[in-house]
C-alpha cells in the first residue's frame, strides 16, 4: 500500500482520468464511450480526494483517517480497473468483431473490485474480510433466503454465458416472445420485438424454456412456405414458375441455393413446399410477402390456379372471359404501319392482357425474346448496362420487345415494373400465322426494320450494335425467323 501512498500513485491516476476522460469525448465507439464513463467517475473522485487529503485530514477527527484514505485508494483501484477492462473489450470488439454481454463485464469488474478491495481494508482498517465471511453464516442463510430469486437470475444467466446458447445480436425465441437480443445482464436477457417492443426477460426463466435460436453464427435463415395449384397446371411448369419468382425476388439468397417440391396431392390443389434463404431474420415478413405476391402475378400470367377448397359437387366455368384488347391503342403503333387496317385490327385481337407486379422484370437484358409488350396501364422502368442504369420510363402507349420478336436478336435492355401494371402482349406466333397468310408483308416489315436500325446507327456516335443491315439482310432473317419461303 506504500506505492498508493506516494507521488506516482498520484501522476498516474491524474494521467488516466485525462485520458479516460479524453476517450469518452472523442471516442466514437457509443459502447467505449459508456463503460469509461465509469472509470472517469471513479478517476475523477480519486483526484479530488487525493489532492485535498492534507485539508480533508484537518476537518475531521483522527479515527476518520483511515476511512479517507480507504475512499481515496478504492476510487483509484476501482478507475484503473475499469478502464483496462473498458480498453481491452473495445479492442477486442476492434479486432474480433465479437460484441461482450454486459454480465461478463459486470463478473470481471466484480472479481477485480474484490481482490483490490479485501487488500486495502486489511492494511488500512485492520479488517480481516475473510473472516468476517466465514463467521457470518447465519446473516448469509437470511441473505439467501431474500435474495433467492435475485440469486436464481444471476447464476441462470452465468450458466446461459457459460453455455452460450446465444449471443447479443442473435435473433431468438423464448417460449412465445421472439426478438433481436440486445442486453445480457446479470438478472434478465433483454430483447427487441420486431415490433420495436422491448422485453425483459429474467434469466431463471429463460433457463427453463425452450430456447430457438434463428441466426446462429451470423449463417443464412430458411424460410419455409407451402401453396396449392391447380391440378390442371403440370408439376414441371409450377416449380420453373416458382424457381424463376425466387430469382427475381431480391431478398432471396442464391447460395444456399432454393428449391421447391411437390409435397402432398390435396383434396383440390397439388400442394408445394418451397424453402429459400434470407440474410437477416428481420426480413422474414418482407421476404414471405415479397415471394407470395410476385407468385400470385406470375400464376395469374401463365394461367396457373390457385384453387378455393372444394369440398362439395359444384359446377363452374374454367376459362375465364378474355378480355378485349385495345384496339385503338395497338393498330396505331409503328409496328403495325405496313399492314392495312383491317388486319391490323385482325392482329390486335389475339394480343393477352398480362398484369405483372410492382419489381417484376417483363424483359431481360441479354435474353432471347419471342414476344413485344404494349403499356396499357402503370409505369416501367427500362435500364441497362452493368450494372443496370435507367434510361428511360415507359407509361400508356409505349411499346417495347418488337426488335427481339422480329429479329431474334437478345433484349438490349430490362425492363421492370415501377407499379402495378397492364400489358398487352402478343407473341412471334401470331405474326407467324399471319405472315404466313400474308407473305407479302415481309418486305413492308423488312423494310421497316432497315429504316429503325438505320435510325439507331445514326443517332449512336459508337454504333457496334446499332448498325443498319445491308438491303436484303433483314428480309432473309424475316424469312429464317418465321419459317417462310
Known amino acids: ?121 486489511k492494511t488500512q482498517l485492520k479488517l480481516d474480510v475473510t473472516t468476517m465471511l466465514g463467521t457470518s453464516a447465519v446473516l448469509s442463510l437470511v441473505l439467501g433466503f431474500a435474495l433467492q430469486d435475485t440469486l436464481g437470475n444471476l447464476f441462470s444467466g452465468l450458466s446461459l454465458q457459460l453455455e452460450s446458447p446465444f449471443s447479443v445480436g442473435d435473433f431468438i425465441k423464448v417460449g412465445e416472445k421472439e426478438g433481436r437480443v440486445v442486453q445480457i445482464a446479470w438478472r434478465s436477457t433483454r430483447i427487441e420485438t420486431m415490433r420495436r417492443e422491448a422485453i425483459t426477460i429474467p434469466n431463471s426463466l429463460i433457463a427453463k424454456e425452450k430456447v430457438t435460436n434463428y441466426t446462429r453464427g451470423g449463417l443464412p435463415m430458411a424460410i419455409d412456405l407451402d401453396f396449392g395449384a391447380s391440378y390442371s397446371a403440370a408439376p414441371n411448369q409450377v416449380k420453373a414458375e416458382v424457381m424463376e419468382t425466387l430469382r427475381e425476388a431480391p431478398l432471396v439468397l442464391n447460395d444456399p441455393p432454393p428449391w421447391v417440391r411437390v409435397s402432398s396431392f390435396g383434396d383440390s390443389a397439388v400442394t408445394y413446399h418451397v424453402r429459400f434463404f434470407i440474410s437477416d431474420y428481420a426480413m422474414v415478413p418482407h421476404a414471405t410477402d415479397e415471394v407470395l405476391g410476385r407468385l400470385w402475378y406470375r400464376f395469374g400470367r401463365n394461367g396457373i390456379e390457385i384453387p378455393f377448397p372444394q369440398r362439395v359437387l359444384h359446377l363452374r366455368t374454367e376459362e375465364k372471359a378474355k378480355a378485349t384488347p385495345d ?143 445491308a438491303p436484303g439482310k433483314a428480309l432473309d432473317r424475316l424469312r429464317e425467323i418465321f419459317r417462310l419461303p
Open 327 to 469: 384496339l385503338e391503342l395497338l393498330s396505331n403503333l409503328p409496328l403495325f404501319r405496313p399492314f392495312p387496317i383491317e388486319e391490323a385490327v385482325g392482329l390486335s385481337r389475339a394480343a393477352v392482357e398480362r398484369t405483372f407486379g410492382v419489381g417484376e422484370e417483363i424483359i431481360t437484358e441479354g435474353r432471347a425474346g419471342t414476344s413485344f409488350y404494349v403499356v396499357v396501364s402503370g409505369k416501367l422502368s427500362v435500364r441497362a448496362g452493368t450494372p443496370p442504369k435507367e434510361v428511360a420510363t415507359l407509361e400508356r402507349g409505349a411499346a417495347f420487345g418488337e426488335m427481339s420478336l422480329l429479329t431474334g436478336e437478345p433484349r438490349s435492355a430490362t425492363v421492370v415494373a415501377m407499379d402495378d401494371c397492364k400489358l398487352l402482349e402478343m407473341g412471334r406466333e401470331v405474326f407467324a400465322r399471319h405472315l404466313e397468310a400474308h407473305p407479302e408483308r415481309l418486305a413492308q416489315l423488312a423494310a421497316m426494320i432497315e429504316e429503325r436500325k438505320a435510325g439507331l446507327a445514326a443517332a449512336s456516335s459508337a454504333a457496334v450494335s446499332g448498325k443498319a443491315p
Open 1 to 121: 500500500m506504500t506505492f498508493l501512498q506516494g507521488n506516482l500513485a498520484l501522476v498516474l491516476g491524474v494521467v488516466a482520468f485525462i485520458g479516460a476522460f479524453l476517450t469518452v469525448r472523442l471516442s466514437k465507439d457509443e459502447r467505449h464511450r459508456t463503460d469509461v464513463s465509469g472509470a472517469v467517475r471513479w478517476l475523477g473522485l480519486f483526484v479530488v480526494l487525493r489532492l485535498n487529503a492534507f485539508w480533508l485530514e484537518q476537518l475531521i477527527p483522527n479515527e476518520w483517517h483511515g476511512y479517507l484514505r480507504v475512499s481515496w485508494m478504492l476510487a483509484f483501484g476501482f478507475g484503473l480497473v475499469r478502464y483496462a477492462v473498458a480498453s481491452t473489450l473495445w479492442l477486442r470488439r476492434r479486432l474480433t468483431s465479437v460484441v461482450a454481454p454486459k454480465i461478463h463485464r459486470d463478473v470481471v469488474d466484480f472479481v477485480l473490485y474484490v481482490l483490490i478491495t479485501i487488500p486495502i481494508l
